[in-house]
T-cell receptor, first 116, second 110 residues
Framework: GAVVSQHPSWVICKSGTSVKIECRSL??????MFWYRQFPKQSLMLMAT?????????EQGVEKDKFLINHASLTLSTLTVTSAHPEDSSFYIC????????????FGQGTRLTVV | GIQVEQSPPDLILQEGANSTLRCNFS?????LQWFHQNPWGQLINLFY???GTKQNGRLSATTVATERYSLLYISSSQTTDSGVYFC????????????FGKGTHLIIQP
């Protein structure tokens, strides 16, 4: 299957600082990538859809000024958590599809963010 | 939006047992996938199965799209099968993200 790589795997940052998470499609091009968040013992929730060359679309309740998304190329999307606070501590995971419609989604390894 | 319900929420079995996990969804879907989340959080793709039946080793899955449900079968369970199994669907096209169920937490005891 297609490979999606996410970096870093884990990060600890101080409250008030910003953290950038990278998501790369290694062996295919992805015009659209997706960012999810998972709190402990809960399911994955879609946060936003990252569109190459255009603005991201955010799910209801997700602050676009706090979670900045940049999709600068067909193989890279980044999520920046700005002015992080302890309540932003979570597992963030990205996804991409190899193809345009109705194809299998593959996920990165995820990033565990802890804000202290 | 589309609703996804998984059952049972928790399942404890002895090694060697068989199990059936269920996923119900509230609307027509273009994509349905089953995942296994390992202890490190990574999602392992098990099946991409918007309809029909597929098998991969000890695992198999069936989706009856007209009745809006999917089943994941695990036979001869091993301790390494433990973890959380998620069903996720996409009611739109490739531009939509997946909607996940709450998962089934499976524990296989030796």
């Amino acid at each position: 299957g297609a490979v999606v790589s996410q970096h870093p795997s884990w990060v600890i940052c101080k409250s008030g600082t910003s953290v950038k998470i990278e998501c790369r499609s290694l062996d295919f091009q992805a015009t659209t990538m997706f960012w999810y968040r998972q709190f402990p013992k809960q399911s994955l929730m879609l946060m936003a859809t990252s569109n190459e060359g255009s603005k991201a679309t955010y799910e209801q309740g997700v602050e676009k000024d706090k979670f900045l998304i940049n999709h600068a190329s067909l193989t890279l999307s980044t999520l920046t958590v700005t002015s992080a606070h302890p309540e932003d501590s979570s597992f963030y995971i990205c996804s991409a599809r190899d193809g345009l419609m109705n194809t299998e989604a593959f996920f990165g390894q995820g990033t565990r963010l802890t804000v202290v | 939006g589309i609703q996804v319900e998984q059952s049972p929420p928790d399942l404890i079995l002895q090694e060697g047992a068989n199990s059936t996990l269920r996923c119900n969804f509230s609307d027509s879907v273009n994509n349905l996938q089953w995942f296994h989340q390992n202890p490190w959080g990574q999602l392992i793709n098990l099946f991409y199965i918007p309809s029909g039946t597929k098998q991969n080793g000890r695992l198999s899955a069936t989706t009856v799209a007209t009745e809006r449900y999917s089943l994941l079968y695990i036979s001869s369970s091993q301790t390494t099968d433990s973890g959380v199994y998620f069903c996720a669907v996409d009611a739109g096209g490739g531009a939509d993200g997946l909607t996940f169920g709450k998962g089934t937490h499976l524990i296989i005891q030796p």
